[in-house]
């Protein structure tokens, strides 16, 4: 064989062996994307009570933050699209007779469409003004005849709640497989009023949300509130499933109420805890028979004691949006917690 055809032969068996690693990566490449998973986030969000009610009935709220699927309308789910952050859904009520109502995070959080537009301080009338301009260009299917009775019952439910209270998130790993199954259900099914504050609350609906992800992961406590789903609840026995389920990735952040006029909100409480630690509830079974508050207190400190900020750092406003996104605190540091909390105080 001559010096040039030993050439041409090299150059073959060269090419044979680079087309065949190639093949070989590209089977490799397609074998690890068939067996990837595409993964999601799910986020419990349990808001401090505020206002009269609030001292009434010191629970608190609940909503569901999911960072993959977004809002066709308020009443429509569907999946993200390209630099979209997600909803949250809860339960409300008097909402146009609505069970529930997906919100975009940042209008929720702030009544506003991007985080550079949060005020740093607020007042009633500012954020009412905020609330209504992005209701008249965003939600008019929900607005009712009258515009009086929005300003004050439905756009506070849907918009702006962190001007009215401070927000504490845990927030859980999710597959895309259950949220396409989470988007058929809600999408197929019926969306009627179905409120009713010991049976159908809020909380009620974030306990089965989560238990449609996580089954039989969230619990009523028989004990601590009477049989009555509350918002505490809810985070304790989700922390607990999670404590069991590494691979879920738990992560807690909280959200501070804006500073400004608007009185400051206050810890949710559990039934229990609320006839123990609420003046208006404990005086008077002092009054009547001081050993069923005794009794209150050993169910409480049993059964009912949870610490919903579990040292969980405080996020500033700009960081928010994309640590509830993607689910991780990149930079501990940058909560600042000392100097949020230095202006809250302001």
Same mark, same amino acid.
């Given at each position: 064989m001559s010096p040039r055809q030993s050439q041409r032969r090299l150059r073959k068996i060269d090419a044979v062996?680079?087309?065949?690693?190639?093949?070989?990566?590209?089977?490799?490449?397609?074998? %690890?994307?068939?067996?990837?998973? =595409?993964?999601?986030?799910?986020?419990?969000?349990?808001?401090?009570?505020? /206002?009269?009610?609030?001292?009434?009935?010191?629970?608190?709220?609940?909503?569901i933050y999911l960072n993959h699927i977004c809002a066709e309308s308020p009443t429509t789910l569907r999946h993200c699209r390209p630099g979209e952050t997600g909803v949250v859904i809860s339960r409300y009520f008097r909402i146009r007779k609505l069970d529930w109502v997906a919100i975009p995070l940042i209008p929720y959080l702030y009544a506003v469409e991007h985080s550079e537009d949060v005020p740093e301080r607020a007042n009633l009338a500012s954020v009412q003004t905020m609330r209504e301009e992005y209701a008249e260009n965003h939600l008019e299917s929900l607005a009712s005849m009258s515009k009086e009775y929005d300003g004050k019952n439905v756009w506070? &439910?849907?918009?702006?709640?962190?001007?009215?209270?401070?927000?504490?998130?845990?927030? #859980?790993?999710?597959?895309?497989?259950?949220?396409?199954?989470?988007?058929?259900?809600?999408?197929?099914?019926?969306?009627?009023?179905?409120?009713?504050?010991?049976?159908?609350?809020? =909380?009620d609906f974030s306990r089965?949300?989560?238990?449609?992800?996580?089954?039989? =992961?969230v619990n009523k406590?028989?004990?601590?509130?009477?049989?009555?789903?509350?918002?505490? &609840?809810?985070?304790?026995?989700?922390? #607990?499933?999670?404590?069991?389920?590494?691979?879920?990735?738990?992560?807690?952040?909280?959200?501070? &109420?804006?500073?400004?006029?608007?009185?400051?909100?206050?810890?949710?409480?559990?039934?229990?805890?609320?006839?123990?630690?609420? %003046?208006?509830?404990?005086?008077?079974?002092?009054?009547? &028979?001081?050993?069923?508050?005794?009794?209150?207190?050993?169910?409480?400190?049993? %059964? /009912?004691?949870?610490?919903?900020?579990?040292?969980?750092?405080?996020?500033?406003?700009m960081d928010q949006e994309q640590i509830l996104a993607s689910g991780k605190l990149d930079d501990p540091n940058k909560t600042l917690y000392a100097e949020v909390q230095s202006i809250q105080h302001k």
């Open positions: 062996n680079s087309f065949g690693s190639c093949l070989l990566l590209i089977l490799i490449a397609t074998s %690890m994307v068939g067996t990837m998973r =595409a993964y999601g986030e799910v986020a419990l969000l349990v808001e401090e009570p505020y /206002g009269f009610f609030g001292s009434i009935v010191p629970t608190g709220h609940t909503a506070p &439910q849907l918009l702006g709640v962190a001007y009215l209270r401070k927000i504490y998130s845990f927030e #859980a790993t999710t597959t895309t497989e259950q949220d396409d199954r989470l988007i058929d259900q809600f999408n197929g099914r019926e969306n009627r009023e179905k409120f009713n504050i010991f049976t159908n609350n809020c =909380a089965h949300l989560l238990n449609f992800y996580f089954p039989h =992961a406590s028989i004990t601590a509130d009477f049989a009555i789903t509350t918002p505490k &609840q809810v985070a304790k026995s989700l922390a #607990a499933y999670t404590r069991h389920h590494r691979e879920l990735g738990w992560s807690e952040i909280i959200i501070a &109420q804006i500073p400004g006029t608007i009185h400051r909100s206050h810890t949710p409480r559990g039934v229990d805890e609320s006839l123990l630690k609420t %003046m208006k509830y404990a005086l008077p079974i002092v009054a009547i &028979q001081p050993y069923i508050l005794a009794g209150v207190a050993l169910t409480y400190l049993t %059964m /009912g004691r949870f610490d919903l900020t579990n040292n969980a750092p405080v996020v500033p406003v």
